[in-house]
């Protein structure tokens, strides 16, 4: 039903900014809350960062705020998220996620594969 592909990841030293796009297939996507989970080596999957059906309403991990900007665009089917300032312990496989019912991503009903980011000091 829906399709996940994320791409933008990549090395960067700290400091530095990257910006992941996750493009979506399926034309319910604009009924789907999007977020963003990430899970680095050793550790549980984490959340990064959510975004309503409507783009309106957007939420973040402590550890993100005032760094990380999460953003959709659904002529488009996609969903960003723009990071800046990064630390190395941003280093992480960042996933995208979709819930339907399109408030924020507490219920997933798909992943996408993941892409690699990280982080040099």
């Known amino acids: 039903q829906v399709q996940l592909v994320e791409s933008g990841g990549g090395l960067v030293q700290a400091g530095g900014s990257l910006r992941l796009s996750c493009a979506a297939s399926g034309r319910t996507f604009s009924t789907y809350a999007m977020g963003w989970f990430r899970q680095a080596p050793g550790k549980e999957r984490e959340f990064v960062a959510a975004?309503?059906?409507?783009?309106?309403?957007?939420s973040y991990a402590d550890s993100v705020k005032g760094r990380f900007t999460i953003s959709r665009d659904n002529a488009k089917n996609t969903v960003y998220l723009q990071m800046n300032s990064l630390k190395p312990e941003d280093t992480a496989v960042y996933h995208c996620?979709?819930?339907?019912?399109?408030?924020?991503?507490?219920?997933?009903?798909?992943w996408g594969q993941g892409t690699q980011v990280t982080v040099s000091s």
């Open positions: 996620a979709a819930d339907s019912r399109g408030v924020t991503v507490r219920t997933i009903d798909y």
């Open positions: 975004v309503s059906w409507s783009g309106r309403v957007t």
